[in-house]
């Protein structure tokens, strides 16, 4: 039994209230900034020769210095709504890939995985938490608080307003407010509900370790499979690629969800090590933690392949609208958009590649923290170009992204460990346990 560190505790109620000051500061900087500011902040952005659209819908209406003005007025104030949705969305996407990892490990009868269940369980606690935050951010965009979303202006789509756009108006029938509030409720009920579900279908088990019950929670994680497949892919349309709602890619469901789901891998480790390290799981030895690692590096190069295949297909085809998303970021995003790759490729590569280097427990702890902030660093390059364009080397964004950042980490860390320590660490029902409390890795 796991007893939630009082130090612990309160480390992550300091980073909940840091957070929200932080954030808070932020925000009233960013409310404080006024049309000459504005006008400043963009002969600034030009005086450096920057001139590229962040947006493709930017090169769309009219182009005259008074709507590039009310364009970078909205792009300004989006800053608060961005930063708190770039996290948001991250940690609520890493919760529901621990969940699917989890549910993968049941579908095939995994042995070597059963006493880290509780882990992944406790993770996607978090789920209904984090799918409020998303919830309170979607009513503040459709109810017109927020523009994060250029698609949601309802004049883009009239044809008779001059910022008529074709393309939006040929994707209205699903970019449309009543659908996207409805998908939207249908990801954050649909993944609670399975987490609430399967944690009590996982309860069931232990307590009366009956086959017939173990076989009724089998199907409920194959259930959760398929509904996740679906709508991990809708998700990452809605809350990320409609951003940029000129553009789209193929790719970028598996871009996206691979992104989250070695992210919730590395947090896996991080919380097992610690676990481990305070004697709460014993059980958890280098075997495991080697497992682990492999799927934390393999997953890293599958990531690193949809990354590259998406950017390659596009930049080399050349073609102005579609090129125009990557020619942002390295216009105004360089020192994160290609940078990224040293923490979510480089540093893997060169460091897990070796199998002995996956049993050390501070080397994989260190890189676990490593592909987080990386793929975070991945996020801040899918929300905020699209988001709030070249106006990001300021003061409030940074006070409003590390203070949105810390108020979700502490949130995490609060409901997870909270949950952790109510429950006992090992299924003893799971018929697989003495499988997992014996397995050795073969080489």
């Not at 840091?18 to 006008?39: A, Q």
């Not at 460990?417 to 499988?435: A, Q, V």
């Amino acid at each position: 039994m796991y007893s939630f560190s009082p130090k612990l505790r309160l480390y992550s109620i300091i980073l909940i209230v840091l957070g929200l000051v932080l954030f808070g500061v932020g925000y009233f900087m960013n409310h404080g900034i006024d049309s000459v500011r504005i006008e400043q902040m963009m002969e600034t952005v030009h005086a450096n020769g920057h001139n590229a659209p962040s947006n493709s819908s930017e090169i769309v209406g009219p182009q005259d210095h008074g709507s590039h003005l009310e364009h970078a007025a909205l792009q300004i104030h989006n800053q608060p709504l961005a930063s708190i949705h770039l996290i948001a969305v991250f940690a609520f996407a890493l919760s529901c890939c621990a969940l699917f990892f989890y549910s993968i490990q049941t579908a095939a009868h995994a042995g070597w995985s059963i006493i880290i269940l509780r882990v992944m369980e406790a993770i996607a606690s978090y789920i209904p938490y984090g799918g409020a935050i998303i919830i309170i951010i979607v009513a503040i965009n459709i109810t017109g608080h927020g523009h994060i979303f250029h698609w949601m202006d309802p004049s883009l789509t009239d044809p008779k307003s001059p910022n008529f756009d074709s393309i939006l108006y040929e994707k209205k029938k699903f970019l449309n407010i009543p659908w996207y509030a409805l998908r939207t409720l249908i990801y954050v009920g649909g993944a609670s509900f399975f987490a609430w579900k399967l944690k009590s279908m996982s309860k069931k088990v232990d307590q009366v370790k009956s086959s017939e019950v173990y076989q009724s929670y089998y199907k409920w994680n194959i259930a959760y499979i398929v509904f996740f497949g679906f709508a991990s892919a809708a998700w990452a349309w809605d809350w990320l690629m409609s951003i940029d709602p000129h553009w789209y890619s193929t790719m970028y469901i598996w871009y996206a969800m691979v992104s989250c789901w070695v992210s919730a891998i590395a947090v896996i480790i991080i919380i097992c090590v610690y676990l481990k390290k305070k004697g709460a799981l014993p059980q958890f030895n280098d075997n495991h933690l080697h497992d682990l690692g492999v799927f934390l590096f393999a997953l890293s190069m599958l990531w690193t392949y949809t990354w590259f295949a998406q950017f390659m297909l596009y930049w080399y085809a050349n073609i102005p609208e579609e090129v125009n998303y990557f020619f942002g970021r390295f216009e105004y995003y360089g020192v994160t958009f290609l940078p990224m790759l040293i923490l979510t490729f480089l540093i893997p590569l060169l460091v897990m590649v070796s199998s002995s280097i996956k049993r050390n427990y501070k080397v994989m702890v260190i890189m676990s923290i490593i592909v987080i902030l990386g793929h975070w660093l991945d996020f801040f390059n899918m929300v905020m170009p699209g988001t709030i364009g070249p106006f990001w080397k300021t003061p409030e964004v940074f006070l409003l992204v590390f203070g949105a950042m810390f108020f979700v980490l502490g949130l995490f860390i609060l409901i997870v460990m909270t949950r952790l320590s109510e429950e006992k660490l090992i299924p003893i029902g799971n018929p697989f346990l003495h499988e997992s409390e014996i397995y050795e890795y073969p080489f």
